[in-house]
């Protein structure tokens, strides 16, 4: 496991999961959101996303995080993966969380990618909302991520289906602790896992 890839909805905690994993493996960090937003909440051209992302994984060994299959990071990203994580935690935690970390941010005045900050309007009181986004784009993702899984062209990938917080924390546990210590998986089909 050199190359992983590390995708689910909003709030799943694909940042700190990743950051972990590569920590554990000693291999850059990737973060999709830092390559793709700009100033003023405005997404990179998507030839721009896509030169980083290609510059960001030109080396050997390194941990993705984010999905942007829209703009074209997967097509750069699974064809070189050796790894998939999929964090597929239920919509009421994400939304849970997603509430947690955004009100936090907005209390702080966090600063993000690309100098933005969040705040109560565009948040809460916009049509693009974090939180529609999130509850209009789960079931559609779930059923697109197992289809994809499925698909022969990722047959080199071996895939990880992570449902729940604590599995995603035992995960990396055995992670951390080395091959020795790690159960044998073989790779079944995405939806057994």
């Known amino acids: ?8 909805g909003s ?7 990743s950051r972990a ?8 960090f990737v973060e999709l959101d830092a390559l793709n937003w700009e100033a003023n909440w405005t997404m990179a051209d998507v030839r721009t996303f896509q030169e980083r992302i290609r510059a960001a994984t ?15 990071a997967r097509d750069i ?24 970390r955004t009100t936090d941010r907005i209390r702080r005045r966090e ?14 009181f916009q049509r693009q909302s974090l939180f529609v986004w999130a509850v209009t ?13 499925a698909r022969p062209e990722y047959a080199h ?13 035992r995960w990396l546990r055995e992670e951390r602790a080395g091959p020795d210590a790690r159960p044998i998986r073989d790779r079944a089909p995405p939806a057994a896992r």
């Open 77 to 100: 990203v699974w064809p070189r993966a050796d790894t998939v994580v999929w964090l597929d935690l239920p919509l009421l935690v994400t939304l849970a969380r997603m509430w947690r």
């Open 11 to 17: 709030c799943t905690g694909k940042t700190t999961f």
């Open 137 to 149: 784009t789960h079931r559609r993702r779930r059923r697109s991520f197992a289809e994809l899984m």
């Open 111 to 124: 600063t993000l990618w690309g100098g933005n900050q969040e705040t109560i309007r565009n948040t809460f």
């Open 21 to 28: 994993l590569a920590g554990i493996l000693d291999v850059p």
């Open 1 to 8: 496991m050199r190359r992983v890839s590390v995708v689910g």
């Open 58 to 72: 030109a080396g050997d060994a390194w941990v993705v995080d984010g999905n942007y299959g829209g703009r074209g």
């Open 157 to 169: 990938i071996t895939f990880h289906r992570l449902r729940s917080a604590a599995e995603a924390e």
